[in-house]
Structure formats: structure tokens, C-alpha cells
Nanobody
Framework: QVQVVESGGGLVQAGGSLRLSCAAS????????MGWYRQVPGEQREFIAS???????NYADSVKGRFTISRDNAKNTVYLQMNSLKPEDTAVYYC?????????WGQGTQVTVSS
């Protein structure tokens, strides 16, 4: 089992920046893919970005050029640098860690962008 813990959410004005962190505690097998998703109440969870152990990165079109995902494999930690934030980025952000074919989710961290 992998425990996933996010941190770094908060309130920021439009145009500002936030950095989210996610630590996945795991022993044995490495965590293959780590990623970020977000969800607004009443809507489906939305993919934001992912990064593999080898460094292959994918972004949703809605965040390309504004968000940057990075990873520290030694710490099983993934980061999401969010710049030029918009009110529509307001959501609960969830970290996901896939290991051994199993998907593990964190509890989420709230990001609120005021206009």
C-alpha cells in the first residue's frame, strides 16, 4: 500500500503562483507514475499533469505553459508549480501515485484563486 499526502494548497489572487507537493510513502517497488488531478464540486475529476519514473511528462491543454510538474525519485515526491493562476483553477487538487498497477490517491488540497 502507498500512502499519498499532498500539501501546499491555499488562497491566491489571480495571476499568482502556488507550489503543491505530494509525497508517496512506499517500500519495495518504485512508484511508476505520479500525477495531479483536480475536482470541482459536482464535476468529474480532471487530469492535470503526470510524470513517470523515467521523466516522461504529460499535461492537460488547460494548464500547458502555466503549470510545471517535476519529481524527486529518491524521495518519491512530485511537485506542481502553478503560475499565472486563474479563478477557474479553483478546485481540490489530488495527487495520484501508481505502483505495481495499483492507483493510490491522496486526500486532496484546496486551491482557491480569487479574481
Amino acid at each position: 500500500q502507498v500512502q499519498v499526502v499532498e500539501s501546499g494548497g491555499g488562497l491566491v489572487q489571480a495571476g499568482g503562483s502556488l507550489r503543491l507537493s505530494c509525497a508517496a510513502s512506499a517500500s519495495g517497488l518504485s512508484v511508476n507514475v505520479m500525477g495531479w488531478y483536480r475536482q470541482v464540486p459536482g464535476e468529474q475529476r480532471e487530469f492535470i499533469a503526470s510524470i513517470t519514473y523515467g521523466g516522461i511528462i504529460n499535461y492537460a491543454d488547460s494548464v500547458k505553459g502555466r503549470f510545471t510538474i517535476s519529481r524527486d525519485n529518491a524521495k518519491n515526491t512530485v511537485y506542481l508549480q502553478m503560475n499565472s493562476l486563474k479563478p477557474e483553477d479553483t478546485a481540490v487538487y489530488y495527487c495520484n501515485a501508481i505502483r505495481g498497477g495499483y492507483s493510490n490517491w491522496g486526500q486532496g488540497t484546496q486551491v482557491t484563486v480569487s479574481s
